[in-house]
């Protein structure tokens, strides 16, 4: 709700040469000086979906969607990452943004098999439209008389997070946690938390021997995550919701697990999810145009909280690794 450039690229290398010298006057040659790592990398990649799914809410009206992103790196040591980056999705939500852009930053420090990572992130939902219902539920504009709006004017929104990763067997299990806190979830006012924690287990790789295809890596991973909410504050009377005051957003769990398969710098994803939010709530966090009357569902109810496999091809580089 599951983005700018702010990338950028330097690279800081240190050649020794060695001098021309005539046949007849035989010299010790100079050795080559070092080559210097630098300390900037560049990440970037992006994936093609099946559907996009945000913490068990699709954001793509159960369609396919698509993302790409870019990240810089200043890897102070071996220990301590410093980066920026920005992450562009296809959407298709009710205020019909251009996208979601999300704008990010943040540190990465490691303390042996602990993994963590703090930052911050930013939703931007450029070029939005609000959307008005009339007095049969159906959509309309601001001057229908007696219209009430069901979305907000502006839903873009901020998060800060904290993430652990630990590394239990190396190369092979990983558990984690992760935090995720914005003071006024899509601009509501509310307060959104979200915490959950992940299991990740690979396997070993194998030999495929067709097509091209050598050696695949393969792993298991899930997520088990609960969304506290707050209470509404900007559904003012000039920004009115049905039906016409702020309210309590309702608290959910979600889950998801899968199956992937890696080969160089792609990955092919398969994964389940679901949540435990009924169809009205799901509504109430979405304003689906599909649950207006004569939206094609049921009104007042919204499908994409519900129980899906979703398919995702991705691939992911960095510039130290993969553009030498």
Aim: glycine letters at 12%.
């Amino acid at each position: 709700m599951k983005k700018i450039v702010l990338s950028a690229l330097a690279a800081v290398t240190t050649l020794g040469v060695t001098s021309a010298q005539a046949a007849d006057m035989p010299v010790k040659a100079k050795p080559l000086a070092p080559v210097v790592e630098s300390p900037w990398d560049w990440a970037f990649g992006g994936a093609l979906l099946t559907d996009y799914n945000f913490r068990g809410i699709s954001q793509s009206n159960k369609g396919a969607s698509g993302s790409v992103y870019s990240e810089t790196r200043y890897n102070v040591n071996k220990d301590f990452q410093l980066y920026v980056g920005q992450q562009t999705w296809a959407v298709a939500l009710p205020t019909h943004p251009s996208c979601e852009c999300d704008l990010y930053g943040g540190i990465r420090p490691t303390f042996g098999p602990l993994a963590m990572d703090f930052g911050f992130i930013y939703y931007w939902y450029p070029r939005e439209g609000q959307q008005f219902v009339d007095g049969a539920f159906r959509l309309a504009s601001i001057t229908t008389p007696g219209s009430s709006a069901l979305t907000l004017r502006d839903t873009d929104f901020y998060e800060g997070y904290g993430k652990l990763t630990w590394e239990v067997v190396k190369e092979r299990f990983w558990l984690g946690v992760n935090e995720y806190y914005s003071p006024s979830w899509l601009n509501t006012g509310a307060f959104g938390n979200y915490f959950s924690g992940t299991a990740k287990v690979a396997g070993p790789s194998f030999r495929l021997n067709a097509f091209g295809i050598d050696e695949v890596g393969w792993y298991l991973s899930g997520e088990l995550g609960h969304y506290w909410f707050g209470t509404t504050t900007n559904f003012t009377p000039a920004n009115l919701f049905l039906p016409g005051s702020n309210f309590k957003l309702p608290d959910y769990t979600t889950w998801n697990v899968g199956l992937a398969f890696t080969w160089k710098v792609m990955t092919f994803d398969i994964r389940y999810y679901d949540t435990d939010l009924s169809k009205a709530n799901c509504f109430l966090l979405t304003s689906d145009l599909g649950g207006l009357n004569g939206g094609g569902g049921t009104v007042g109810q919204s499908s994409w909280c519900g129980s899906t496999f979703i398919g995702a091809l991705k691939f992911d580089l960095t510039a130290l690794t993969n553009l030498k």
